[in-house]
């Protein structure tokens, strides 16, 4: 089996051999499964958002390899290619604080612009990107500054998806938005994988979100890769997650409960869907 | 003015100048009161109006229309401003934003100096307000080095250094990682519980408002509920109309009803709460 | 790194220097400037050099700290040197072409370099051992009488420790925009001259923007804090003198009068 991205030995020091050495990344080894959507999780200082800028290029290994379609990203010379940045998008956290241009399609052109592409190639990509992120055409010549915090943040997403990286990594994307907000931009990236079949990665606090629309989830713990599994193997370990400083879904914890008081119930549940079913069941079953 | 309200507002409506000239109306017709010693969260999506309804409540903002009174002062009384801002301190969501300084215990001093008080008691009330959000250890650290939580935490020991009678905190965990959010709303909860403050709590995380003791929903600037936790948790479409989400304890009994025909309570605010009802239901 | 560019670098510390209360210390520094351009002979230059050599050792900070600190100086010092070198006439002791060594061009390099190093570790030792905070309070309260005149003492003060508290926080935030623009394709390392100045656009612009909003944000919080300026305002921290402002003040005033004096027979 091939891997569309693929960490060995994955090691990041900051400030090595200065008092305030931190390893971010410890020999950490991860395979991202081509077309997935992988859920990566991990408290703040848990070394996910170092990881992901491993991925396109941003940071140089302290140590091991970054392989994307089963080569390194790092070649002999020691230069990671541009074409990894366009293959690898990364949106970072409150993207919205890089937009920069005068009109929402000139901003979201720039990383078109920047690969080379030609004149109409760029129009075709914007266009496609705005429609992705829910848009109107005719907002294409406003100022992307007058907008409201959640348009600006798609225009920002906009921006890397006109690229149309193979791989989509989103950082927090849903950070500061109310539940409506939160829930619209899931669904534009769930409906982008399936409409473009992208490897996606999306980090996040909040198991919540994430459980949803992730087919695997990765949690990282210290500097290292502590689970990563399907939601329903990575939630047969809640305790251990709660021990990392994360919390898992309401629903789990109420499952749990139940399990406590001794009604067997599958305790990897982790969406409401399934709770109910599963109590469903149960009653019709006794 | 009712003497154990420490906010009140009557009719107020609050309009954006707007590009094209037609003000855009943030605020329409607010009538709201609220009880000395009270813990109200106000809920709503982004646009709903319930931030610039915390501005109003000390003078960051003043009304289109109507009247705001804290504590009995008009705000729109330019001689009142400063006591109003005394009596009702606010908390903003962006801790950098809002510390002055290059020293914690320095920062947590900047409003006692501006109010002239004595450098002994300043000293004293700094040290008491940094032991109340438990940051006293970190006094003469940089503020910039802090974690988020607890740049929120300082924040919240400048203001409360003022001994205001009410605290309104306009998104204090928005930009917070989930230790983050947990260690402010310890904080927050603490200084209602022991210390009496008034706490007007802005949010649109339901798990927090759940702490609270009353919940104002906003939607398109007006009050559209105004109740207990339970009260308004329980109106399932209601909230989902106002772009808002339910606690998953209340979601899941709310589904089961509907699925099953039955009638289970669907006032779960807690876990265990909702494993009660849950056991009840399933042993019966 | 950007955050390897470090502004007014201090070193924290409990040494008798770093106690030294602020005002004395800027008053100090000052004297000792005056006194270096008073000072005539090696005699004069050993004293002051003695003397800052003693805070150095007295402050804790590592000499090899000291002379880190030199690095971007070294060019200015090598060039005063050797223009002194050259062109003070003198009895000539060798010559090359137009170049002409002269024994008072060796004795006049020599104290200029001498007197520029005294120059820089001497302030630097205050920024090393003073936080800035103390130094902005130390002006402020320096510049007090200024008022008067209608100078804005405080809102000076103000203005500076607001920009030192929002320096690290403005660096951190450029360094994730140039990412955030590397991970969009921007090319910052190639090019000539003018396609390298557009690239900083994509910086530049965010960086205002965000710049613009955390000072509206920070001045309403300072509102809401009850900041009016400089009316009625209190300081927590006191600054009193103590023993060992007395002790510094005593040894400076020594030290310096014995140049000044040192200074007048030319040694």
Redesign the interface.
């Known amino acids: 089996m091939s891997y569309i991205l693929e960490t060995r030995g994955l090691t990041q020091v900051y400030g090595a051999g200065t008092p305030f050495e931190r390893t971010a990344l410890d020999h950490v080894d991860i395979q991202v499964e081509k077309g997935e959507i992988l859920g990566v999780i991990g408290h703040t200082g848990s070394g996910k958002s170092t990881l992901i ?1 491993h991925f ?1 290029g ?1 940071l140089k290994p302290t140590e091991g390899e970054v392989l994307l379609n089963g080569r390194s990203i790092w070649d002999e010379k020691g230069k990671c290619s ?1 074409k990894t ?2 293959e690898v ?4 956290q409150y ?1 919205e ?4 241009e005068e009109t929402i399609a000139k901003d979201i052109a ?2 078109p612009t ?2 080379g592409l030609s004149e109409s190639e760029i129009k075709t990509r914007v266009a496609e990107a705005m429609d992705f992120v829910g848009l109107d055409p005719s907002m294409a010549g406003q100022s992307p ?1 007058a907008l409201s915090g959640g348009q600006k943040r798609r225009v920002a997403i906009a ?2 998806i006109a ?1 149309r990286p193979a791989v989509l990594i989103l950082d927090e994307p849903t950070a500061g938005l109310d539940p409506a907000g939160r829930d619209e931009i899931l669904a534009q990236i769930r409906d982008y994988h399936a409409r473009t079949g992208a490897t996606v990665l999306i980090v996040s606090h909040s198991m919540e979100d994430i459980a949803r629309m992730a087919d695997r989830l990765l949690v990282m713990n210290q500097a290292h890769v502590m689970l990563c599994g399907t939601p329903r193997e990575v939630f047969a370990h809640a305790e251990e997650i709660v021990a990392a400083g994360l919390d898992i879904p309401e629903i789990t914890k109420v499952i749990r409960e139940l399990n406590r008081r001794g009604i067997p119930l599958d305790p990897s549940i982790y969406t409401v869907e399934d709770a109910v079913r599963a109590i469903r069941a149960y009653k019709e079953g006794r | 003015m009712n003497h154990s309200e420490i906010i009140k507002t009557e009719g107020l409506t609050y309009a954006y100048p707007s590009e094209d000239g037609t003000p855009k109306l943030a605020l329409n017709g607010i009538d709201l009161s609220i009880a000395r010693g009270a813990f109200v969260a106000v809920l709503g999506h982004n646009g709903s109006g319930k931030s610039t309804l915390a501005g109003h409540f ?1 003078g ?1 903002r003043l009304p289109s229309g109507g009247k705001v009174w804290i504590d009995g002062m008009d705000t729109a009384d330019p001689d009142k401003l ?1 006591e109003v ?2 009596t009702c ?2 908390v ?1 969501q ?1 801790p ?8 914690v ?2 920062d947590v ?11 002994a008691e ?2 004293r009330r ?1 040290d008491d307000a940094l032991k109340a959000v438990d940051m006293y250890e970190f006094r003469r650290h ?3 080095k802090l974690s988020g939580g607890q740049k929120q935490r300082v924040a919240i020991a ?2 409360i250094a ?1 001994m205001p009678r009410c605290v309104v905190f306009d998104e204090p965990t928005a930009m917070l990682d989930p230790a983050g959010r947990r260690e402010v709303m310890r904080v927050i909860r603490e200084l209602n519980r022991r210390f009496g403050i008034t706490v007007v709590l802005i949010t649109h995380h339901m798990d927090e408002a759940v702490q609270a003791g009353r919940v104002v929903v906003m939607h398109a600037g007006r009050v559209l509920m105004d109740g207990t936790p339970r009260e308004i948790f329980t109106q399932v479409d209601t909230l989902r109309e106002a772009r808002l989400t339910v606690p998953q304890t209340i979601e899941v009994l709310f589904d089961l009803n509907n699925q099953t025909g039955s009638d289970l309570p669907i006032d779960a605010l807690s876990v265990s709460e909702c494993a009660d009802t849950l056991e009840k239901y399933l042993k019966r | 790194m950007l955050r390897d560019i470090t502004i007014g670098q201090f070193f924290p510390g409990t040494s008798a220097v770093h106690r030294v209360d602020p005002r004395v210390k800027l008053t100090l520094v000052v004297c000792m400037i005056v006194t270096l351009f008073l000072a005539a002979g090696p005699v004069s230059y050993a004293l002051l050099a003695l003397y800052i050599l003693s805070i150095i050792k007295i402050s804790g900070i590592a000499p090899k700290m000291v002379v880190r600190g030199l690095k971007p100086v070294v060019f200015i010092v090598a060039f005063t040197a050797v223009l002194n070198l050259f062109y003070t006439p003198g009895n000539e002791l060798w010559s090359l072409g137009f170049l002409h060594v002269t024994d008072a061009g060796i004795k006049v390099a020599v104290l200029m370099v001498v007197r520029i190093l005294l120059l820089i570790i001497g302030t630097s030792m205050l920024t090393y051992t003073t ?3 103390d130094l902005t309070d130390g002006l402020e309260l320096l510049l007090g009488p200024l008022k008067k005149i209608h100078v804005p003492v405080h809102e000076l003060a103000m203005m500076m ?2 920009a ?2 929002f320096i ?2 403005l660096i ?2 450029t360094e ?2 140039i ?9 910052f390392d190639s090019g000539n001259l003018i396609q390298r100045a557009r690239a900083m ?2 910086i530049l ?2 960086l205002f ?2 710049a613009f ?2 000072a509206d ?2 001045a ?9 300026g400089d009316i ?7 600054l009193r003198l103590g023993r060992v402002d007395f002790g510094a003040i005593a040894i400076s005033a020594a030290v310096f009068g014995a140049v000044i004096v040192l200074g007048r027979f030319g040694w």
């Open positions: 800028q396109n941003l541009r940045r366009f998008g990364l949106v970072f993207p604080y890089q937009l920069f720039f990383g920047n690969m500054f921006g890397v690229m | 000390n960051i400063y801002r005394k301190a606010m903003f962006n950098d934003n809002q510390i002055v300084s290059t020293i215990e320095e001093a900047f409003a006692l100096e501006n109010l002239g008080v004595p450098p300043i000293r700094v940089a503020p910039h400048g203001v003022m | 936080s800035p905070i420790s607001i030192l508290r690290p926080t951190e935030e994730k925009i990412s955030a623009q590397k991970a969009r394709g921007a090319d656009v994509p612009v965010p923007i965000s909003r955390r944000e920070l309403v919080a300072m509102e809401c804090r009850l900041y009016r009625g305002r209190t300081r927590m921290k006191q």
